[in-house]
């Protein structure tokens, strides 16, 4: 049961959003003198689901903790289990963009781009098999410090290659992903994930 107060007469529009459920957006009548409440009672649809694996590169060894999205729609994502194995529900009818969210994670994307386009044709399908490969990468981490080894707090950490900066901001839209970075915390540690393996890197670090 829900009440929603309203403050002045007119028309409303009323929606309904619960994970996983489809949204519905109900318009109700003009509330006036004479209509001062309504009742609206709504059904909300599990919608379609989609499945699949998300695996490293050349075997079939699990990516687990990989936040699998529906693109537009971040409201609608889950996380690969232990088995690198995951379940996205509350989908309707039309074309879902799948990719998924490497950022923090020891991985990155081969090359194929994690990004598949699956057809939902009825309202209540279930896709299975939309699987997706991702290469194991490296952490990098360490501290940022003054001269005298005192902690720099909020230091930008960019990774970087030995490439110009416009190859790189070119080679980054072109794989749709900005280039790994983080922020050090109070003891000016900082950490990247998702470091691509067998490669030479620079390290850019900026501060206040």
Known sequence: EYSLPLSSPGVYRVEFTLSPYIAQTISTAAFSESLPRQEMNTK???????????????GTT???????????????????????EYV??????????????????????????PFKKVKIAGP?????????????????????????KNP????????CTSDSPLAQAL??????APPISNRSDGEGYYE????PLNQQWRLYATAE
Do not use: C, H, M
């Open 44 to 58: 909300l649809s599990r919608g379609s689901t989609v499945s699949g694996r998300v695996t490293e590169t050349g």
């Open 88 to 113: 996205l529900a509350g989908l309707s009818e039309g074309e879902a963009a799948i990719t998924l969210d490497l950022r923090n994670t020891p991985y990155t994307a081969g090359k194929t781009l």
């Open 124 to 148: 209540e399908s279930d896709i299975k098999g939309v699987d997706f490969q991702v290469e194991p990468a490296g952490i990098v981490w360490g501290y940022v410090q003054t001269p005298n």
């Open 62 to 84: 699990p990516a687990p903790e990989v936040r699998v999205v529906v693109q537009d729609r971040r409201d609608l994502s889950t996380v690969t289990d232990e088995n690198g």
């Open 152 to 159: 720099v707090k909020d230091a930008d950490v960019l990774l």
């Open 171 to 176: 080679n980054a839209v072109a794989r749709q």
């Open 192 to 195: 990247l994930r998702g470091v």
